[in-house]
């Protein structure tokens, strides 16, 4: 596609109940990034994959996290159990390996536990 | 450790004035790049310039410009007469080691143009 794209924008959901959040990375783009943005905070990486594998999952905050890539393209982070903390912006990009222009972001899934 | 700072969280400016963005990185690495974002409030970050650790020359891409000082382990970032739509969160980030990886992020600036 022409940019990441990343679904839902928005998420509602109760304390306790496990959420997907998705992203489609820039077709041919063989590095994935999860990052997560508290209000008002920059932005905390979580995990990064290069292709389907993930040398660098140290970001993920606690087992409840877990993501995967397949295809060397779609990617889905899962949050078991959600708590109140985990309301968050939860960002993806994508790059080519070694790209000078850096990541290409998509614009987020606003997840709000209630 | 590496670390970005910076210490400007909201900076407010009437249009037409000049602005300049603090960003102070540590890092032990050698081999390192830094990067600016833009996030208006569509939530979307947009590149704006990545910059290496062998390179401080000082960079301008029309109202926008980037001085990088290693001695003082600073990237700072100036916009020219302001304007409105220059109004965004703008973000700092390192990266270490050879290649566009792991960003380590600063909390980022505020910068609201007044019209």
């Known amino acids: 596609g022409a940019g990441v794209s990343q679904s839902p924008s928005n998420k509602v959901t109760e304390k306790g109940k496990d959420v997907e959040l998705r992203c489609d990375p820039i077709?041919?783009?063989?590095?994935l990034y999860w990052y997560r943005q508290r209000l008002g905070q920059g932005l905390e990486f979580l995990i990064y994959?290069?292709?389907?594998?993930?040398?660098?999952k140290s970001g993920l905050p606690s087992d409840r996290f877990s993501a995967e890539r397949t295809g060397e393209s779609v990617s889905t982070l899962t949050i078991q159990r959600t708590q109140q903390e985990d309301s968050a912006v939860y960002l993806c990009?994508?790059?080519?390996?070694?790209?000078?222009?850096?990541?290409?972001f998509g614009s987020g899934t606003r997840l709000t536990v209630v | 450790a590496q670390k970005v700072t910076q210490a400007q969280t909201e900076i407010s400016v009437v249009e037409k004035e000049d602005v300049t963005l603090d960003c102070v990185y540590e890092?032990?690495?050698?081999?390192?790049?830094l990067f600016w974002y833009k996030q208006p409030p569509s939530g979307e970050l947009v590149f704006l310039i990545r910059?290496?650790?062998?390179?401080?020359q000082n960079e301008i891409s029309g109202r926008y410009s980037w001085n990088f000082q290693k001695s003082t382990s600073s990237f700072n970032f100036t916009i020219t007469a302001s304007q409105v739509v220059d109004s965004a969160v703008y973000f700092c980030?390192?990266?270490?080691?050879?290649?566009?990886?792991?960003?380590?992020f600063g909390t980022g600036t505020r910068l609201k143009v007044l019209a």
């Open positions: 990009a994508s790059s080519l390996q070694g790209d000078y222009y850096g990541y290409t």
């Open positions: 077709s041919g783009h063989t590095a």
């Open positions: 994959f290069q292709g389907n594998s993930a040398p660098d």
């Open positions: 890092t032990r690495d050698t081999t390192y790049y």
């Open positions: 910059r290496n650790s062998f390179d401080e």
């Open positions: 980030a390192l990266s270490e080691g050879s290649g566009t990886y792991k960003y380590i």
